[in-house]
């Protein structure tokens, strides 16, 4: 990954960038970033180049040119790491991020995945334990719903756990977060407590279709916390998927893609050439 891009967090706003054009055949370009008639919704159009549909997904400037070259996924290869979610047996593993954006579901489904693995290992891995820390009224009752039918052990621990307390050897142990808002000091140093209680890895769970500058601050802070990776949710829920980009940008090593609601689909392990595709053509 190439770490010498900076964010510029004013970046002109993607209606007020022009791009220079050729001279228009037939059918006409659409604009770089096309403007909707007043009920209609503005979609990226095939005669649009790479770079006018990055800045359709409000990828900032800076961060599009960073990204030219031979080709797209090539670009997202030199900008932002990929790799395997970071998950090993024995060593908890926190997932954080604001509220609503898709944490517990995202941990259910590793749940979920590593419970099978456990199911069809005839006892050689043991089931996944997850820690509910989520303390906000409902949510530890909603956790367990999602997760009813799999295979795992579910405790809470509002506050976080010290390891040696829990039968932890030769399992994945998953840990809920409270949603949190990072531009509260207070919030944040309340999670970095539960984190070091639980001796956990942090990642951040971010969903597509936010706003890539405030995606770009949330990554920012964990990162600082201590986050090496990153999970994107609600994949196939948003069109525009900057917000994926720029987080990733920041530092944090981008992992799976969160792509349905259900907790037994959508979720796939990303690549250059996926997000590339995903950029380049709309969920259908
Ligand atoms: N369709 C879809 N829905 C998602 C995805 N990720 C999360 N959700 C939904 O978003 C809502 C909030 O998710 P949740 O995991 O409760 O968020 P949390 O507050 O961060 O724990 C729930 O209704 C989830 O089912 C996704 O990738 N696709
Ligand atoms: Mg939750």
Redesign the pocket.
Known sequence: MNSSFSYHTHYPHPASTTVAKTQPASPPPQPATPQAEAGEVALPSNSLSIPDILAWHSIPQDLINAMAGSSLAAGLERMITFSPFPLLPGIPMALG?A????????LAKLAARYARQARQSNGRIRRPLVLACDSTPGSYI?LASILRGCDIDLIKAYGGLSPDLIDGYNRIILVDLP?LCVYSPTAMAEMKEVVERTRASLSL?IPAGMDPEESTDIAAAFHQCGAKSMIA?????SGRIGSIITAAACGLALTYG????SINE?FTQLTPTILARRLLVLPG
Do not use: F, P
């Open positions: 991020g509220s609503g954006s898709g944490k517990s579901l995202t909603k949603g769970v949710s609600r994949m196939e829920q969160s792509y349905s609601g959508g």
